[in-house]
């Protein structure tokens, strides 16, 4: 089942975009239900059950390890501005 929404929602999570990855997901919610109601056998069904997941997982772990990445930046800036502070007080 390929999907240009695919490639959008993997630009808009690469991105750190997260309105447009959220908009983005309800396009493809709506494409999978469609395409889910249209197949014919299990073998279908169960390819798409496994796109979605691997989509779905690739876009947590990506958006989980850019939290993480911020939240080390941020605290790399708040114990640099904690030197600066101190340092501007002689």
């Known amino acids: 089942m390929p999907s240009k929404t695919v490639d959008l929602l993997r630009g808009a999570v690469a991105a750190g975009d997260y ?9 493809y919610r709506a494409e ?3 395409a889910w109601k249209a197949s014919t056998s299990v ?3 169960q390819a798409m059950a496994k796109e979605v997941t691997t989509l779905l997982t690739w876009a947590r772990e990506t958006i989980l390890a850019g939290r993480a990445h911020a939240q080390r930046k941020l605290i790399h ?7 600066v ?3 501007s007080l002689d």
């Open 85 to 87: 502070s101190a340092s």
């Open 32 to 34: 999978v239900e469609v």
């Open 19 to 27: 309105r447009e990855m959220e908009r983005l997901l309800d396009v």
């Open 77 to 83: 800036l708040t114990r640099q501005s904690a030197y």
């Open 43 to 45: 073998d279908e069904r």
